[in-house]
């Protein structure tokens, strides 16, 4: 019913399409507005289809919305909570952090490792969990499966422990190890997800990667570099590459 009404949009219309199609609260949203656009000039039998349209849209949003409310903290206690160590590939002394989550999908995850590492969430990440990539899917990507469709528990499913990699600034490549380190059952009176440890600041963003930051901090500690002044103006001042604030991160996480 959906396909035959011409106001739709046409990306919408390819989700449709698909063999399990997902869409956003907002786009649930439109195809409601659409559809009750539809039932104006409608005939009597396909007016009722229409309506008995709309009411499964609407089962959708309501489902939709109660699990967002029985996931808010207080209402509802998670299951299962993964410790996880997230390590910054190919830099010496190791930046990490360590971060407890509950049972969440990786697009979630992602929310949590940009504010654990202290990134700005302005490049394209992906994750690669033995081998197969997961990100925020594209019709035109077939090779990228949505991070929203699978979770940790399905990651973490079975005794192997499974080789995860999230990469981040597809130009810079950061690489992050996640090692899942413990398995536990939640704490009374503590939100998830929360940060435990971590040593050593983030690099500031377009920096040029692993290799473009050993530069950049050898540039920041000698004030005779060449390309002392340069950095320090981009920075906009002072940097301090052994700087982590854990307060700061899990003030941040508990928005999350």
């Not at 206690?77 to 509950?102: C, F, G, H, K, M």
């Given at each position: 019913m959906l396909m035959m009404i011409p106001a739709i949009?046409?990306?919408?219309?390819?989700?449709?399409?698909m063999e399990k199609p997902k869409l956003t609260v907002g786009e649930v949203g439109g195809l409601l507005m659409a559809v009750a656009e539809a039932m104006i000039d409608a005939p009597p039998l396909q007016c009722f289809?229409?309506?008995?349209t709309a009411k499964s849209l609407m089962d959708c949003l309501e489902a939709e919305v109660t699990g967002a409310l029985e996931s808010t903290p207080g209402s509802a206690r998670p299951s299962v909570v993964y410790r996880l160590r997230i390590t910054l590939a190919d830099i010496e002394p190791a930046?990490?952090?360590l971060v407890e989550v509950p049972d969440c999908s990786l697009g979630e995850l992602h929310e949590v490792i940009q504010i654990a590492m202290g990134w700005q969430?302005?490049?394209m990440h992906?994750?690669?969990v033995n081998g197969k990539h997961f990100g925020q899917a594209m019709l035109d990507d077939l090779d990228i499966e949505d991070e929203a469709d699978i979770r940790l528990s399905q990651v973490f499913k079975g005794k192997k422990k499974p080789r995860i990699v999230y990469e981040y600034d597809f130009g810079d490549s950061w690489q992050h190890e996640i090692a899942l380190e413990k398995?536990?059952?939640?704490e009374p009176k503590v939100?998830?997800?929360?940060?435990l440890e971590g040593a050593r600041a983030c690099p500031p963003e377009d920096c040029g990667g692993a290799w473009g930051y050993a530069d950049f901090l050898e540039a920041m500690a000698d004030p005779k570099h060449e390309n002392h002044r340069d950095m320090k103006e981009w920075?906009?001042?002072k940097f301090d590459p052994e700087k982590f604030d854990l307060n700061a991160v899990n003030r941040e996480l508990r928005t999350v």
């Amino acid at each position: 019913m959906l396909m035959m009404i011409p106001a739709i949009d046409e990306k919408i219309l390819k989700k449709l399409a698909m063999e399990k199609p997902k869409l956003t609260v907002g786009e649930v949203g439109g195809l409601l507005m659409a559809v009750a656009e539809a039932m104006i000039d409608a005939p009597p039998l396909q007016c009722f289809a229409l309506i008995m349209t709309a009411k499964s849209l609407m089962d959708c949003l309501e489902a939709e919305v109660t699990g967002a409310l029985e996931s808010t903290p207080g209402s509802a206690r998670p299951s299962v909570v993964y410790r996880l160590r997230i390590t910054l590939a190919d830099i010496e002394p190791a930046i990490w952090r360590l971060v407890e989550v509950p049972d969440c999908s990786l697009g979630e995850l992602h929310e949590v490792i940009q504010i654990a590492m202290g990134w700005q969430n302005s490049h394209m990440h992906q994750f690669v969990v033995n081998g197969k990539h997961f990100g925020q899917a594209m019709l035109d990507d077939l090779d990228i499966e949505d991070e929203a469709d699978i979770r940790l528990s399905q990651v973490f499913k079975g005794k192997k422990k499974p080789r995860i990699v999230y990469e981040y600034d597809f130009g810079d490549s950061w690489q992050h190890e996640i090692a899942l380190e413990k398995t536990l059952e939640p704490e009374p009176k503590v939100e998830y997800p929360r940060c435990l440890e971590g040593a050593r600041a983030c690099p500031p963003e377009d920096c040029g990667g692993a290799w473009g930051y050993a530069d950049f901090l050898e540039a920041m500690a000698d004030p005779k570099h060449e390309n002392h002044r340069d950095m320090k103006e981009w920075i906009g001042g002072k940097f301090d590459p052994e700087k982590f604030d854990l307060n700061a991160v899990n003030r941040e996480l508990r928005t999350v």
